[in-house]
Nanobody
């Protein structure tokens, strides 16, 4: 199984980025796909998860600004990030969790497969 994240970069406050995560080696439609982030000196934290195309959850800190979506045919999950703030600066990771294996979609420890991370830096 491989998860390949891309799309990070440097952006000014208020700007936008779109992250992508291409998955291979798994039955993509059977997995919850999540995004997490980790800032220097902090623990990895939940950002958003797609349980299906219509069932999504977000951290309160990004609700209304970030949108997660998925393309099951292409095995790819996206994170559209608008209204970026300096506090969003972190390495962003995508992760896969077999659906129905657990009810906990918020904890990093409940995810089996991880991408390599992509750096997002928001300047003030």
């Amino acid at each position: 199984v491989q998860l390949q994240a891309s799309g990070g970069g440097l952006v000014q406050t208020g700007g936008s980025l779109r992250l992508s995560c291409a998955a291979s080696g798994l039955t993509f439609s059977s997995y919850n796909m999540g995004w997490f982030r980790q800032a220097p000196g902090k623990e990895r934290e939940f950002v958003a998860v797609s349980r299906s195309s219509s069932i999504t959850y977000y951290a309160d800190s990004v609700k209304g600004r970030f949108t997660i979506s998925r393309d099951n045919a292409k095995g790819t999950v996206f994170l559209q990030m608008n209204g970026l703030k300096p506090g969003d600066t972190a390495v962003y990771y995508c992760a896969a969790q077999l659906r129905y294996s657990t009810n906990n979609v918020y904890s990093p420890s409940e995810y089996t497969y991880w991408g390599q991370g992509t750096q997002v830096t928001v300047s003030s």
